[in-house]
């Protein structure tokens, strides 16, 4: 707020009418921000730049900065009254962001990674690699996420993603999708500490991981409720994690 209104006190842009309106458009914003009591998460930057030129107004970013954090902004926009109205032939407002989903996840993995917790509990793996293990691959994670299991699909062959998806990550659990076995109609779920693994129908595979020890979001199996209290505490940053 103090480098604003010094920059208004000491004219530094002179009698420049769009620069003016610029400065107090800002000043009405940290007015609103002081009254809602965030102005002391905002960093006001004049060095900030955004590689698109439809931006009319103010940009902004938001930054983890979390200790340890080197992913840089995972958000960031601004307002772009222009834009619409080049498609629409209408004057239409409009003011966005967009998300670093990658970024977003990175933080979300640290942030679990030092409360103990394995980014998921399950990988969805296959055989093969082509369009159709693809989407059985969808498939079981379907099953897997309706019955509340935290798993991902791997887009590595086999063995590179037991090591690299798997080991290198302490995922506790797999299900291979094999060609034989689906034709079967089933899946083989792979206990990794046990170096066991038990063929089930995509049906049941949510009870037979649940049997193995593996928690749910919702509960259920060992630990489950309390894991999952754990992961969305994990899912959940505190306004002093963010400059908005």
Not at 94 to 117: A, P, Q, W, Y
């Amino acid at each position: 707020m103090e480098d604003l209104v010094k920059l208004k006190d000491e004219g530094v842009f002179g009698s420049h009418a769009v620069a003016s309106e610029a400065i107090e458009d800002l000043r009405i914003m940290f007015e609103y921000l002081k009254a809602m009591g965030k102005l002391d998460k905002i960093s006001f930057d004049l060095s900030l730049a955004r590689g698109l030129d439809y931006y009319t107004g103010v940009i902004y970013e938001a930054v983890c900065i979390e200790a340890g954090s080197q992913v840089g902004s995972i958000g960031g926009g601004g307002r772009y009254d222009g834009l619409a109205g080049m498609f629409s032939g209408d004057d239409i407002p409009c003011v966005g962001v967009s998300v670093g989903i990658e970024r977003v996840f990175t933080l979300v993995e640290k942030n679990m990674k030092s409360k103990g917790l394995p980014p998921v509990d399950v990988v969805i793996a296959g055989t093969t690699m082509n369009e159709v293990a693809l989407t059985r691959k969808m498939e079981v994670a379907k099953h897997l996420w309706k019955g509340g299991v935290r798993a991902e699909i791997s887009a590595k062959k086999l063995k590179q993603a037991i090591q690299a998806d798997v080991l290198d990550r302490g995922v506790k659990y797999m299900v291979v999708v094999g060609d034989k076995e689906w034709d079967d109609g089933e899946v083989i779920v792979k206990v990794i500490e046990d170096k066991k693994e038990v063929k089930c129908g995509l049906g049941e595979v949510v009870e037979v991981l649940k049997g193995k020890g593996c928690g749910t979001v919702v509960g259920g199996g060992e630990g489950g409720e309390e894991k999952g209290k754990k992961i969305k505490k994990a899912f959940a940053w505190t306004e002093k994690d963010l400059i908005r």
